[in-house]
């Protein structure tokens, strides 16, 4: 096979990219996924339900074998890999993700050229979010109205009862209930923004960019359930890559230009096995050297996070189980030293998972907005089926560290606030941790023993905290974290999780940076006929739920590609 733009990658970013760049009938487009295929009329129905609880636990939707370890090595020597979620389907994130459609602060993209990634201001990326979007709910000059993508806020027949409490509590304690999550930056309290088609249903780009329309073109291929096993070149130059099909069997796909737009996680990967990367890594497992770039696979960031949950009495629980969960989420400043406005965000949950207990918690799910902690990762073996080895090393900068106790704390204070007396019962700290995960995959056995305990819990009355300290925080409790810094500090380091928004493994940067990997416009540094396109290009995390922000770098890198940039 071969073509004029093989992209390499069908999620977010590579549904973008394949239906850009297939507008022009004179260019050939082959799109590769790795996971299966997502189309009209061909999606299941937990990708199809505006409440996303189960989709992203099913492991046929994700990379099953890909884990991380969380914490800093420093601190949390005992730490153990985690399953880490990331999208194996054709739309990718946009397909499982909790359909928050927000975009982040204008000075993240101002930051990002100040870092050296020229031209990628708020001033060159506002006009791109622009045409992305059909906001059914605001206009103005910050919105858009004709995009792909439909975004909306929940109703108020919508929300929940203790979503709209927390929101009117925070606003008494001096947190405003503002109107538009993307409108102007402030902090606040705000119906989320999430990008819910007018049937209500999800809207992966793998439906709103790859339209029946789009697939008939006959320029454009797509390949599902085939894997990139490694690039191929000719001297510098990409000239096109090795593919696996599902059943085993390999082949070569040659292409002027190759674009990768894998994740953070599978694009610097893929770049590693092909020979671009540390030189003396690749040696180590015998990958010839093609370009020597210390910057592949560093710079790894993400948004750490930890929850205050409550368990939620009759009155205060989601009526409609197909809702959409993250109805709301409250914006703040943590005023340390040197942090940007809005660098706080907690999702306001309705409920805290699609299981009987889930139904029945509540939670307000906090992350570190601008986060300064970096990880890295790096191969394990050549071989394409091994997983690279991915550490985060959240809360290495201790910035973060004081943030998330903050957040904490802060989350207790309202959670116990009188204002919410009636549609909160006991209170207790909770993080997404590998037991959680492991107690939420479906299954009968799962499903017996989270609906015998979700019945003891309703049923307990006094006894309930006691309960849950015993059975859910094991043993921990929300006044010994309060009153001990030391159990907090632990806590917090213990239990950090991440929101699945891995970013920065491939950053933009100029030429005479040893650690960046592409230009501004994504070309791979040292070599020719290839570039990446997707969250891997962030130099600086934005404060924003990532999906957004990566539509928008595909949306420019093909726009890029188009001008012959």
């Given at each position: 096979m071969n073509t004029d733009i093989l992209i390499l990658g069908g999620g977010s970013a590579g549904c973008v990219l394949a239906a850009r760049l297939s507008e022009d009938p004179q260019r050939g487009v082959i799109l590769v996924e790795a996971g299966r295929n997502v189309s009209v009329g061909d999606i299941p129905p937990e990708v199809r339900a505006r409440y996303p609880g189960r989709a992203y636990l099913d492991s046929s939707n994700i990379w099953s074998r890909l884990t991380a370890l969380m914490?800093?090595?420093?601190?949390?020597?005992?730490?153990?890999?985690?399953?880490?979620?990331?999208?194996?389907?054709?739309?990718?994130?946009?397909?499982?993700?909790?359909?928050?459609?927000?975009?982040?602060?204008?000075?993240?993209?101002?930051?990002?050229?100040?870092?050296?990634?020229?031209?990628?201001?708020?001033?060159?990326?506002?006009?791109?979010?622009?045409?992305?979007?059909?906001?059914?709910?605001?206009d103005g000059p910050l919105h858009g109205d004709s995009g792909p993508l439909v975004l909306r806020r929940i109703s108020d027949a919508q929300i929940s009862p203790f979503v709209r409490r927390v929101m009117t509590t925070l606003d008494r304690r001096g947190h405003p209930i503002r109107p538009d999550q993307n409108g102007i930056w402030e902090d606040g309290t705000f119906r989320g923004v999430v990008a819910v088609d007018d049937h209500g249903e999800r809207q992966p780009t793998s439906l709103a960019y790859l339209t029946p329309e789009v697939r008939r073109r006959p320029n454009l291929t797509i390949l599902t359930d085939h894997a990139a096993t490694r690039l191929l070149f000719e001297g510098t130059r990409a000239v096109g890559a090795e593919v696996e099909a599902a059943g085993g069997r390999r082949f070569s796909i040659a292409a002027r230009q190759v674009v990768l737009a894998a994740g953070a996680i599978h694009s610097p990967a893929l770049l590693l096995r092909?020979?671009?990367g540390p030189a003396e890594d690749l040696r180590a497992l015998g990958i010839p050297v093609v370009c020597d770039r210390r910057g592949v696979g560093r710079n790894l960031m993400e948004h750490p996070s930890i929850a205050v949950a409550t368990?939620?009495?009759?009155?205060?629980?989601?009526?409609?189980?197909?809702?959409?969960?993250?109805?709301?989420?409250?914006?703040?400043?943590?005023?340390?030293?040197g942090t940007p406005a809005g660098d706080m965000h907690a999702a306001i949950l309705s409920r805290a998972g699609w299981h009987a207990v889930g139904q029945r918690t509540g939670s307000l799910f906090f992350w570190v907005n601008k986060s300064y902690s970096r990880g890295f990762l790096w191969l394990a073996s050549a071989d394409p089926r091994c997983e690279p080895e991915v550490d985060f090393r959240m809360l290495s900068d201790e910035r973060d560290l004081v943030r998330l106790k903050s957040a904490l704390r802060m989350g207790a204070q309202v959670l116990l606030d009188p204002g919410m007396d009636g549609f909160r019962d006991v209170v207790f700290p909770a993080s997404y941790t590998p037991r959680v995960a492991r107690i939420a995959v479906p299954g009968a056995w799962n499903a017996l023993q989270r609906g015998v305990l979700a019945g003891m819990l309703d049923r307990a009355g006094p006894l309930r905290a006691a309960l849950i300290h015993a059975v859910v925080t094991q043993g921990i409790t929300l006044s010994g974290l309060l009153a001990d810094d030391d159990a907090l500090t632990d806590f917090v380091r213990t239990n950090v999780g991440g929101t699945w928004h891995p970013s920065g493994t491939c950053r933009m940067g100029q030429a005479d940076d040893p650690l960046a990997v592409t230009s501004p416009t994504g070309a791979v540094l040292g070599v020719e006929g290839l570039r990446v396109a997707d969250a891997s290009l962030m130099p600086s995390i934005p404060r924003a739920n990532t999906?957004?922000?990566?539509?928008?770098i595909a949306e420019r890198i093909a726009a890029f590609i188009r001008e012959g940039r």
């Open positions: 914490g800093d090595a420093a601190r949390n020597a005992g730490r153990r890999p985690r399953r880490y979620e990331q999208a194996r389907i054709l739309g990718g994130g946009s397909a499982i993700n909790a359909l928050m459609a927000n975009r982040g602060a204008p000075g993240d993209y101002d930051e990002w050229e100040e870092l050296g990634a020229q031209g990628w201001n708020w001033e060159s990326c506002l006009p791109v979010f622009r045409t992305m979007e059909a906001d059914r709910d605001v092909s020979g671009i368990w939620l009495p009759p009155r205060s629980r989601e009526r409609n189980l197909d809702e959409h969960h993250e109805q709301a989420i409250w914006r703040y400043s943590s005023g340390l030293p999906n957004m922000p990566t539509v928008m």
